[in-house]
């Protein structure tokens, strides 16, 4: 663990970071990030890293290549994060708008897309602090949540909602938020294939390959036994979300099947299928639940191979060479 560093030194490099990550996103591989899977960056099968609208209409150009989360404003949209702020340990409110760039109006009309208008998704900008959260939405569109996150520093905030308009895709906007207080921000964690939460053993099957779809299986297990009454969740027997480390571009992956459809079974495993927008590390975070609570399994996985100095899992390693 580094130094602690108080959160006025440690917000000013977080904001050149995230300054630039419209440069660094379409740097690491624009054209790799173009031939992202329909299965993420927003909801349903025709959701892309940006509307349809946006790029029709108001020239959005490269910005459609972009993955989700690494712009405040995008496909004609702006997040309006009034909360930009809250002490670290301590009961705070997050208040936040979707504003619609053409008439300068507060967005009201939502499509609801696995159960919710809008999802919400809190992380520290050293991927080591997740929350999913599921804010109200007030008659003038204004949205607020309560919140508590246990850490000082940077963090980035990310609404993903399809606007109730005619042929309107999906859209992830982001937002930066700081913590105040002692910051010490950790190492990204260490690459594992399997994680315990809350008593749960949770293991990963498969790779997150640049530019190419490939399937990501996840397995549950207790006390040794494997978990087969998983509880819908958000309309899903799993959610998966994939922040790319350095910059947190969000890649928001739905899983092969649901409840209902006659072939996709209550657990142990959930099957999700993505595509990273570039190499990289990646952090997985994996929402289930069962006995009626959700509970949500980290993972760190390397895209393409690892970083200098990183080695990549054997079998990480298997699947990016096709064996």
């Known amino acids: 663990m580094h130094t602690g560093l108080k959160i006025t030194a440690f ?3 977080l904001a050149a970071t995230f300054g630039s990550a419209y440069a660094v996103g379409g740097a690491m591989d624009p054209a790799v990030a173009a031939k992202e899977s329909s299965h993420q960056d927003g909801h349903g099968a025709k959701d892309r890293p940006a509307a349809e609208k946006g790029a029709a209409e108001k020239g959005a ?43 300068s109006r507060k967005v009201t009309a939502f499509r609801r897309e696995h159960d919710k208008e809008l999802h919400l998704i809190v992380a520290s900008s050293d991927l080591t602090t997740y929350r999913h959260l599921h804010p ?7 949205w607020s949540t309560p919140v508590e996150l246990p850490e000082a520093g940077g963090y980035r905030v990310f609404a993903d909602f399809t606007p109730d308009v005619k042929n ?6 982001g937002a930066d938020l700081a913590v105040s207080g002692d910051a010490n921000p950790e190492a990204l964690p260490d690459a594992e294939r399997k994680v315990t939460v809350d008593g749960y053993e949770v293991t990963l099957d498969g790779a997150l390959r640049p530019g190419a779809g490939s399937e990501l299986k996840l397995e549950v297990e207790k006390d040794g036994k494997p978990v087969t009454d998983l509880q819908p ?13 350095g910059d947190l571009a969000y890649l928001h992956v739905h899983p092969n099947g649901e409840p209902g459809d006659g072939r996709t079974k209550p657990g142990p495993e959930v099957s999700f299928t993505a595509t990273a927008p570039s190499k990289g590390a990646y952090r997985l975070f994996l929402d289930f639940r069962h006995e009626g609570k959700v509970r ?20 990480e390693e298997s699947a990016e060479h096709g064996h």
């Open 61 to 103: 150009g490269e910005a459609s290549e972009l993955p989700g989360g690494l712009q405040i404003s995008q496909g004609g949209y702006t997040l309006d994060l009034s909360t930009p702020r809250v002490e670290a340990g301590e009961p705070a409110e997050l208040r936040f708008a979707v504003v619609d760039e053409d008439t």
């Open 233 to 245: 969740y958000l309309g899903a027997y799993g959610h998966l979300v994939a922040l790319r480390a």
């Open 11 to 13: 917000a000013a490099g």
């Open 296 to 315: 949500t399994a980290a993972f760190t996985v390397h895209a393409g191979g690892a970083a200098a100095g990183e080695s990549v899992p054997e079998n």
């Open 168 to 173: 309107a895709e999906g859209v992830t906007l």
């Open 136 to 142: 109200e939405r007030a008659a003038d569109g204004t």
